[in-house]
């Protein structure tokens, strides 16, 4: 409510962290952080987006797909089937790991529907 709370908390941060990095403030109705856009324009509401940072997600991942593109499930039938998959090579492997976390992340903060399905064995 009052700018000068955030220049004195601006002013207390660079004391004690801006040898590591000046903090600068910004201000405003729109807001991107940590791949979040934290939208405040309508007043006492809180919007926040995360499809620029889903949509680089799908981009950054190597492996191209089209509505006519099929793959085998690798997992078995039930718990204790071992399934039919392969182990992944280190490159896809790492792709896959980075993939997932990126899924989780934006599933905690903006999607909490995909949860179920990013956190599910495959």
């Not at 000068?4 to 201000?27: H, Q």
Request: glycine share 6%; hydrophobic share 35%.
């Amino acid at each position: 409510m009052d700018p000068k709370v955030n220049d004195k908390f601006a002013k207390w941060l660079n004391m004690r962290y801006g040898s590591i990095k000046v903090y600068t403030i910004v201000r405003g109705k729109m807001q991107r952080y940590l791949g979040m856009t934290l939208d405040f324009l309508v007043k006492g509401k809180l919007k926040i987006c995360m499809d620029d940072y889903v949509k680089n997600m799908l981009e950054d991942f190597p492996i191209k797909f089209n509505k006519d593109s099929k793959q085998e499930i690798p997992a078995g039938n039930n718990l204790l089937e071992a399934g039919k998959g392969k182990l992944l090579s280190a490159e896809y492997r790492q792709i896959f790991h980075t993939t997932v976390a990126r899924g989780f992340y934006v599933s905690k903060r903006a999607h909490l529907d995909i949860h179920p399905t990013i956190s599910e064995p495959t």
